[in-house]
């Protein structure tokens, strides 16, 4: 089975920096993903990780631990727009059995404050 | 470029009814998904399918049907409304199963069944 853990909730200021932590338990790993997802809307693809260390993406930066099962999202110089849901979602090993889709947590709500 | 579309947005129907919701992507892709959205649980998987005439099961697959007769159509049927079921329901498609391969997700329906 798969296990995915983030934080419910989580406040920062605008132009400040947050990092939002994943941790996952998972039978078989094909790499990870981080989505956002605004209220109302759909999840939008923000980074991929599937070997170990920093993927950056303009303000936006994903990291990878394999042997800790542990990944985390850093956003620098936070916008008012950056309020969302972060969601991480590991996806299977190929041919390990069972869905082919993505495992997702429960999300991180993230508010952003003047 | 329409990219993934789902119809209806919004949908009321009540227990014991069956309701389709329709998925539909223009990029050819490969692989489509079904997942629902319900607070405190996440994204969770219903079905994919790899191709046309190819679907498997997620992980919540019970008391829904899909079929995958043309590439770019994915629709998903609730044979007899429950009130569990009421929840968001988001469409996915990704080009292949390779790990890279992003998923983007369609606007979603927003199902309430009284």
């Known amino acids: 089975g798969q296990n995915i853990d983030q934080p419910t909730e989580m406040t920062a200021t605008e132009g400040a920096i947050v990092q939002i932590n994943c941790t996952y338990q998972?039978?078989?790993?094909?790499?990870l993903f981080w989505y956002q997802q605004h209220a109302g809307e759909a999840p939008t693809f923000l980074s991929y990780?599937?070997?170990?260390g920093l993927e950056e993406k303009g303000r936006f930066s994903s990291f990878l631990s394999r042997s800790k099962g542990y990944s985390y999202l850093l956003l620098k110089e936070l916008q008012m727009k950056d309020s969302a849901s972060y969601l991480c979602?590991?996806?299977?090993?190929f041919g390990g059995g069972g869905a082919d889709g993505l495992t997702f947590g429960k999300g991180t709500h993230l508010i952003i404050q003047p | 470029d329409a990219g993934i579309t789902q119809s209806p947005r919004y949908k009321i129907t009540e227990t014991g009814r069956q309701v389709t919701l329709m998925c539909h992507q223009t990029?050819?892709?490969?692989?489509m998904f079904w997942y629902r959205q319900d607070l405190g649980h996440g994204l969770r998987l219903i079905y994919y399918?790899?191709?046309?005439?190819?679907?498997d099961k997620g992980e919540v697959p019970d008391g829904y049907v899909v079929s995958r007769s043309k590439t770019e159509n994915f629709p998903l049927t609730l044979e007899s409304a429950t009130r569990s079921q009421t929840s968001v329901y988001f469409c996915?498609?990704?080009?292949?199963?390779?790990?890279?391969?992003?998923?983007?997700f369609g606007a979603g329906t927003r199902l309430s069944v009284l």
């Open positions: 990029w050819s892709h490969s692989y």
């Open positions: 998972t039978s078989g790993f094909n790499g």
């Open positions: 979602a590991v996806k299977r090993a």
């Open positions: 996915a498609s990704s080009k292949l199963a390779a790990a890279k391969n992003i998923q983007y």
């Open positions: 990780n599937v070997l170990d």
């Open positions: 399918s790899a191709a046309a005439d190819i679907t």
